[in-house]
């Protein structure tokens, strides 16, 4: 039986769940622990934190230092709707460029590896949670006016190079990206129709 998830909009309601989460060692960036660094941001101001996961306007710093505009696009926080708890089990975030007329265009930035990134749970990873949220987040996508989407993940994380082919990707490339480090990494289109 498939998992059935619920993505929904990061708010204060759901705030604790989040921070208890970020407490327990998890993070949602996989490419460096941000965990402390949310936590002093919520800590701050609570109000701005929810609005930036919401989609908007602010900086974000990569794991060079460097400081960039964050791209427009929601995340949203997955909950396991299938156990009776209905835990916080991850992130799953949606990004894009727009052109002069505000409408989302295909190319990303170097810095930005593929339009869709997620973060489970380790206690929640191999339940089919990740793969229910991309399939429900390539929806978000399409609505937003993306006809498909670039996934990437690291060579060697067969976990999530499934749940990408899974929910239709095709393999289009291994690359090294500097700004991420020397490991490679696969490049995989989606479309976004369902």
């Known amino acids: 039986m498939p998992a059935s998830?619920?993505?929904?909009?990061?708010?204060?309601?759901?705030?604790?769940?989040?921070?208890?989460?970020?407490?327990?060692?998890?993070?949602p960036n996989t490419t460096r622990d941000v965990a402390p660094e949310?936590?002093?941001?919520?800590?701050?101001?609570?109000?701005?934190?929810?609005?930036a996961l919401r989609g908007g306007p602010g900086r974000i710093r990569?794991?060079?230092?460097?400081?960039?505009?964050?791209?427009?696009?929601?995340?949203?926080?997955?909950?396991?709707?299938?156990?009776?708890?209905?835990?916080?089990?991850?992130?799953?975030n949606l990004r894009w460029q727009e052109d002069a007329g505000?409408?989302?265009?295909?190319?990303?930035?170097?810095?930005?590896?593929?339009?869709?990134?997620?973060?489970?749970?380790?206690?929640?990873?191999?339940?089919g949670y990740a793969s229910a949220a991309l399939a429900a987040m390539l929806r978000v996508a399409r609505d937003a006016g993306l006809a498909q989407v670039e996934i990437t993940?690291?060579?060697?994380?067969?976990?999530?190079?499934?749940?990408?082919?899974?929910?239709g990707g095709r393999l289009i490339e291994s690359f090294v990206a500097p700004l991420h480090g020397p490991e490679p990494h696969l490049r995989f289109i989606l479309g976004t129709a369902s």
């Open 5 to 27: 998830i619920s993505l929904r909009i990061p708010d204060r309601t759901l705030l604790g769940a989040y921070q208890a989460a970020l407490r327990g060692g998890w993070s």
């Open 38 to 51: 949310q936590l002093a941001a919520i800590a701050a101001d609570p109000d701005a934190f929810l609005a």
């Open 62 to 92: 990569l794991a060079d230092g460097r400081e960039v505009e964050r791209l427009p696009g929601p995340t949203r926080w997955i909950f396991a709707e299938d156990r009776p708890e209905r835990p916080f089990v991850g992130a799953i």
């Open 102 to 127: 505000g409408r989302p265009v295909p190319a990303l930035p170097e810095h930005v590896l593929g339009h869709i990134g997620y973060a489970i749970l380790p206690a929640f990873a191999g339940h």
């Open 153 to 167: 993940c690291d060579e060697a994380n067969a976990a999530s190079r499934r749940v990408i082919e899974k929910n």
